[in-house]
C-alpha cells in the first residue's frame, strides 16, 4: 500500500484519538517532577514502545545494557515493542494514550499531541531527569533543543545526533564548470550546468517523500528561522505569507530546471543513493546515518575520492547562519509518569550513562559530548570531517516538518509537493490549496 494512501487510512482514527485525549484525564496522582521517587527498586519487565530500525544501532546497544543491567538485577527484562513503520507507529502510540495503557518508555517527535499529553502530567520532566541524573551537561545543546517542545520544556530524552548535508561529487561539479551553491538561488542554476553535462543535478527518494519536504522547509527556515514552520503547524502562519509563497516559488523553479532525476516520484531510497554512488548524479540530500556508505571504502572506488558535502547554503538576508541547518537527533523517547517508580529510575540512570560510550563505538554520532565517535579503519577524510562537523554547528535547528505538521495537512503537503515539483500545478495553486488544508485540518 502506497505511504500516502496509508497515512489517510489512518486519519479518522487519529482524529477520534486526539478527541478521546483531549477529554482523558491524564495521569491522576502522577507527579513529572518526581524524578528520584522514593522506595525499593524491584526487577520486573519494562516496555519500550518504539519506532526505530529493529537492526539499528540505537535497538541495538539497548538491547546489550538491557542485558547488562539484567545480570546485577535478575527479573530484570526490557520489552521492545517495535513498529518501524511510522504512520501505524503513530496510530498505535496515540491509540494506547488515549486509553491510558502506554508502557514505561515509548517514543515520540515534539508534536502538539506530545505536549498535551506532557500538559496532562503524564510525562517525565526529562529537563529534571538528566539534572538529577546529574547528565544534562553532557549532552550536545542542538541534540536537546531538537526533542524540546515550542515553550522550551523537555520531555523526551535523545539517542542519536545526525546532521544532514548536501553530499556532492567534486569531479561531475568541475566537468560542469559549476559550483557549490553559494545561495539557495543558486540552485536552478547548478541544476542547469550539471544536467548538460548528462548527470542528474540533484539524487531523490521521492517515493517516501519525507526527502522532498526538507526541501520545503529550507527556504523558510533561512528568511526567518524555525518560528514560521512553529506558527505554521498551529494555525497562526500560512502558505500564502512570505516565507510559504517563497518557498513554493523555489520548489516550482527547481522542477523546471530539472533538478530531481525523471520519474522521481517512484524512486526509493536505494534508487537514490545508487544514482549518486555510482557517480550519475551530482548532488545527494542525506545525513550522517549514512556516513558508512558515502565515507568509507564501503563507496566504490570510481567515486571515492571525488565525493564531499556542503551544509545548507543561506540566501541575501539570511535570518539564520551558515552553521544552522537539519540536525536531528531522532525521534525521542518519553518516560510515563504513571509507572515511573525506582525501578525505571534505575535503569535509566545505568543505561543513559552507559549508552554513549556504547553508541559511539558503532562510529556513530552520540547525543552527548562525553563519548568520542570511533572512526572506522577504512574511512576516507570526509567521514572525520564530517564527525568534527558536529561540534561546529549553531543554536537554531531547521526542524523537519513532517514531524511538526499535524498528519493530514502533512500526507497532503507530501501530494501537492510532487505536482509541483512535477509541473503538474503552479506555484499558485499549491499554496490555495494547502492554506485550505490548514484550515481544514487546523482551523484559523
Known amino acids: 500500500m502506497p505511504k500516502a494512501t496509508r497515512q489517510t487510512k489512518f486519519l479518522p482514527i487519529v482524529a477520534a484519538v486526539a478527541l478521546a485525549l483531549s477529554s482523558c484525564g491524564g495521569g491522576a496522582g502522577a507527579d513529572p517532577s518526581n524524578v528520584n521517587p522514593e522506595g525499593e527498586v524491584k526487577p520486573r519487565e519494562i516496555s519500550w514502545l518504539l519506532s526505530r530500525p529493529a537492526d539499528g544501532g540505537v535497538i541495538k546497544t539497548m538491547e546489550q545494557i538491557a542485558d547488562e543491567y539484567a545480570e546485577t538485577h535478575p527479573g530484570f527484562a526490557l520489552n521492545l515493542v517495535t513498529t518501524p513503520d511510522r504512520p501505524s507507529y503513530i496510530q498505535k502510540y496515540e491509540t494506547l494514550a488515549a486509553a491510558n495503557k502506554l508502557p514505561e518508555l515509548f517514543d515520540t517527535d515534539a508534536t502538539p499531541f506530545a505536549q ?9 520532566d526529562v529537563d529534571l531527569l538528566l539534572k538529577d541524573l546529574g547528565l544534562n551537561d ?16 523537555l520531555y523526551m530524552v535523545p539517542f542519536e545526533f545526525q546532521l544532514e548535508f548536501f553530499w556532492y561529487n567534486k569531479d561531475v561539479f568541475k566537468k560542469a564548470g559549476t559550483k557549490i551553491p553559494a545561495s539557495l538561488d543558486d540552485f536552478p542554476a547548478m541544476c542547469k550546468a550539471l544536467k548538460a553535462e548528462g548527470v542528474t543535478p540533484i539524487a531523490l527518494d521521492g517515493k ?15 528568511m526567518s528561522g524555525p518560528e514560521y514552520i512553529q506558527k505554521l503547524k498551529t494555525g497562526e502562519a500560512k502558505f500564502s505569507d512570505p516565507e510559504g509563497k517563497a518557498a513554493a516559488k523555489w520548489l516550482s523553479e527547481l522542477g523546471k530546471s530539472g533538478c530531481f532525476q525523471k520519474g522521481f516520484s517512484s524512486a526509493g531510497y536505494s ?9 550519475k548524479a551530482g548532488v545527494y540530500n542525506i545525513g550522517t546515518w549514512e556516513l558508512n556508505n558515502l565515507a568509507t571504502e564501503t563507496l566504490d572506488a570510481g567515486v571515492r575520492d ?45 543505561a543513559l550513562e552507559r549508552y554513549p560510550e556504547l553508541y559511539a563505538s558503532t562510529g556513530a554520532l552520540s547525543p552527548t559530548t562525553s563519548a568520542e565517535t570511533t572512526i572506522p579503519e577504512k574511512a576516507t577524510k570526509v567521514f572525520d570531517k564530517a564527525i568534527k562537523q558536529a561540534d561546529e554547528i549553531g543554536g537554531d535547528i531547521a526542524m523537519p516538518w513532517d514531524t511538526q505538521l499535524d498528519p493530514a495537512t502533512n ?13 503538474d500545478i503552479t506555484s499558485d495553486e499549491f499554496i490555495t490549496t494547502m492554506d485550505a488544508a490548514l484550515k481544514e485540518n487546523v482551523g484559523e
Open 138 to 153: 553532557e549532552y550536545r545543546e542542538a541534540a536537546l533543543n531538537y526533542q524540546r517542545f515550542d515553550d522550551g520544556s
Open 306 to 350: 571525488d565525493v564531499d558535502y556542503f551544509t545548507l547554503p543561506t540566501i541575501d538576508g539570511s535570518a539564520t547562519e551558515k552553521n544552522e541547518y537539519v540536525t536531528p537527533s531522532g525521534i525521542g523517547m518519553a518516560v510515563n509518569a504513571q509507572t515511573y517508580d525506582p525501578l525505571v529510575r534505575d535503569f535509566l540512570a545505568f
Open 208 to 222: 517516501d517523500q519525507w526527502p522532498l519536504e526538507r526541501y520545503m522547509s529550507y527556504y523558510p527556515f533561512r
Open 271 to 279: 534508487d537514490a543513493q545508487g544514482l549518486f554512488t555510482s557517480g
Open 116 to 124: 498535551k499529553l506532557a500538559s496532562q502530567g503524564r510525562m517525565v
Open 411 to 423: 500526507t497532503r503537503l507530501q501530494q501537492e509537493l510532487t505536482l509541483l515539483v512535477q509541473g
